[in-house]
């Protein structure tokens, strides 16, 4: 999970949201009260959760360190397959909008010739 969350692509999505999430809850005072709420609710899942499943998680740690090895092999795999893993939004967005704008010129002039 962590190797997947330091992904360039996931964690800069993880701040795009994160900042939309943050100016919504300033700029709107009914929605940030529900959602104090709800972060209030989630905490308070999460504590209770925590340390109900504590146990179990010592008990099938060498399955979850198993596991987790081959994850990490297989999303190093897929990172080599997939560059565009290490790329931000920001930079995926801009290249994406400029191949759209090159293949539309092409389209026209292709139309026009």
Do not use: F
């Amino acid at each position: 999970v962590n190797e997947v969350a330091n992904l360039t692509l996931v964690s800069s999505a993880c701040e795009v949201i994160s900042t939309a999430y943050a100016s919504t809850k300033e700029s709107h005072p009914y929605i940030r009260s529900v959602c104090d709420a709800a972060e209030k609710g989630v905490k308070s899942v999460t504590e209770a959760t925590a340390s109900c499943v504590q146990p179990v998680l010592t008990t099938l740690e060498p399955h979850v360190a198993a596991a987790s090895e081959y994850a990490s092999k297989s999303l190093d795999k897929l990172g080599e397959k997939l560059p565009l893993l290490q790329k931000p939004v920001e930079q995926i967005i801009s290249d994406t909008k400029e191949l759209v704008s090159s293949r539309v010129a092409e389209a026209k002039d292709t139309v026009s010739g």
